[in-house]
């Protein structure tokens, strides 16, 4: 607390923007993320059902460990499926009045 007031009364407002932090820079860049995720949420690999991180890492270019903090930061989970399917058969609707009785 008093590290931020001794900046506020030394240099005023800029005085509480924040300094650069130690470490290294993140070395996955955004636009590598966002690519992760558009195809993760927009497309399937050829000859499978769903994304999993070897294929995406294949895919992408980074290591299964990063794909799984990506999905994991974003909640993604490609191997469960979200939507509801209908069946084609033709029939279908009069099955279901049959079976539930509407």
Do not use: C, Y
């Not at 903090?69 to 058969?89: A, C, E, M, V």
């Not at 033709?90 to 539930?100: A, E, G, I, L, T």
């Amino acid at each position: 607390m008093a590290r931020w007031r001794s900046r506020f009364v030394g240099d005023r407002l800029e005085g509480m923007l924040d300094e650069p932090r130690p470490g290294l820079p993140p070395s996955i860049l955004l636009d590598q993320v966002e690519d992760v995720v558009i195809a993760t949420l927009e497309q399937t690999p050829p000859n499978e059902t769903h994304w999993s991180r070897t294929s995406m890492a294949k895919r992408t270019g980074l290591s299964r460990t990063t794909i799984g903090r990506i999905w994991g930061k974003f909640d993604l989970k490609p191997h469960l499926t979200d939507g509801f399917k209908l069946s084609t058969d033709p029939q279908f609707v009069d099955k279901v009045v049959d079976v539930v009785g509407l």
